[in-house]
């Protein structure tokens, strides 16, 4: 399972408040901490669903997954890569063969040209590496927060809290942030857990939200955190 990005994934979504009870800090972590111990017991592997093989590859697939499902992504990127090894590879794509090839993950014009200079980016200032801080990634054409912190914990090992669509609503209906911002939800999260958690917790967030607690229809029968949601609009279990 997984995620998605770029400055299309940045844009905010257009969701509808959603009311849950707030308590204090102290409660509010301890109720976190067996939030975090169910769905660690429920999804011991919380495993990126992008396929890829090096942090290049995953950024690529981060930035064609914007607005597109990871199993489409999946079925693009290995001709893809075939094609195009290397950044510079990448940074000298002939725009209308990238745009075909990618063509069947959406916004493929605008995605096609993230790619080339982004490739060229990575290529003539950081040698052909992906960079590995935040203030280097967002640098990147077409890498936001929610991009970087991808990158940086998956194919890094650095503590990061992805912030997607699924996140922020899951994270809200538990009453973990009363904010609708990526970046403030991420900081909420970040204070109420250690560093060592961030990574895996907001995984199994992102998945909890992408089958479990969906959008319009909550699978709210089967939610294993069910009795730790606050959500008073919550169905019947």
């Known amino acids: 399972m997984h995620l998605v990005l770029n400055p299309l994934h940045n844009r905010p979504s257009l969701v509808p408040a959603m009311t849950t009870k707030s308590l204090p800090s102290s409660d509010l972590r301890k109720r976190l901490r ?4 169910i769905l660690q017991r429920t999804m011991p592997s919380p495993n990126m669903e992008l ?3 090096s942090p290049w590859e995953l950024l ?18 290995p001709s893809l890569f075939r094609r195009y090894r290397q950044p510079a590879e990448l940074a000298a794509a ?3 063969e990238l745009e075909q090839l990618i ?3 959406g916004f493929f014009k605008n995605k096609a040209k993230h790619l080339i200079a982004c490739g060229k980016a990575v290529t003539e200032r950081f040698g052909e590496q992906v960079p ?13 927060r929610k991009t970087a912190n991808v990158i940086l914990g998956n194919a890094f090992g650095q503590p990061s809290i992805v912030v997607d669509t699924h996140v922020k609503r899951v994270a809200k209906r538990l009453g973990l942030t009363r904010s609708d911002n990526p970046d403030r939800v991420e900081q909420d999260l970040q ?21 479990v607690c969906l959008a319009r229809k909550p699978q709210c029968r089967i939610c294993p955190v069910y009795r730790h949601c606050p959500w008073k609009e919550k169905g019947p279990q």
């Open 51 to 53: 396929d890829h093989r």
């Open 60 to 77: 690529v697939a981060t930035i064609l997954s914007a607005q597109c499902t990871d199993q489409r992504v999946n079925q693009v990127t």
């Open 103 to 105: 063509r069947s993950t």
């Open 191 to 211: 204070r109420l857990m250690p560093e060592s958690q961030w990574t895996a917790f907001s995984q199994r967030v992102l998945l909890h939200g992408r089958y």
């Open 94 to 96: 002939h725009l209308p």
């Open 132 to 144: 590995h801080t935040m203030d280097e990634l967002i640098t990147l054409p077409g890498v936001g």
């Open 34 to 37: 067996e939030i975090a111990k």
